[in-house]
């Protein structure tokens, strides 16, 4: 099996490369090949992804976030995942060249520099853990997704109200249909950090030894839920919408990033062990 994953290793990174390649060509040429093709990429890359996901984690006997490279091709995989159901709901292939750039070169780093740890404390192997880290990355990765939607749609709108008409303005969707987009990532986000933070809330206490509520990563979390929590009240509620809800998304981006990076490497408790 360990023949596979190396395969899998090399290989990973030219099927997301091949990927963005028609995706640019949509993007870039509005081919319409390139249009009918991009699906079978996107889901051939997609189920090549998770092959090696399960059989890393069957050869190994531990879910793939023992080490940073592992997380990575498992954070490829949650952005190609996220993207995959968002074009499905959208049926709009006109950003995917944008968004695939992040999990080929997540993979890519990944593929270089993967390998196998001698020794893996025992909470590393447990499945449940994987669960819990899985749907927190999937939730981290649609965030992403809905923090580029928004970035995107304010260039647009910039463009719009300067009468600047630019590649963004001739090839991107429309206004309304990348608010759809971010919405829908955004709720897909929010409903996996939901299950991540409920996951966490009931199991680690009992699992980890150092377990804390008031460790920073899981008060990150939180504050990253509560910030779309009010978006998405603010939507459904007050009717906010456009460019205050676009500029909210950035918003709730930037504290992502901020848990995932800063808060990850240099303030996290218990949550060092991964």
Known sequence: MRLYLQIFEILLPFFYFSTIWVYAKIFFRSNKLAERLAPYFLYATLLSHACYIIIR???????PITTIFEILSLIAFAVIFSYSYIEIRTRSKMTGYFIL???????TISSIFIKELTVIPPILRSYLLGFHVTSALLGYAA??????YGFLYLMLYHDIKSSHFSVIYKRLPNLEILE???FTATVLGFILLTI???VGLIWMPQAVEKFSYADPKLIGTIAIWIVYAIGLAAKKIIGWQGRRIMVLSLIGFAVTMFSMTIINMFFSGFHKFY
């Open 57 to 63: 984690t069957l050869e190994y006997s531990h879910p």
């Open 101 to 107: 750039m992040l999990p080929f070169f997540f993979q």
């Open 143 to 148: 965030i992403t997704i809905s923090g580029v």
């Open 180 to 182: 759809g987009m971010s």
């Open 196 to 198: 991540a933070i409920i």
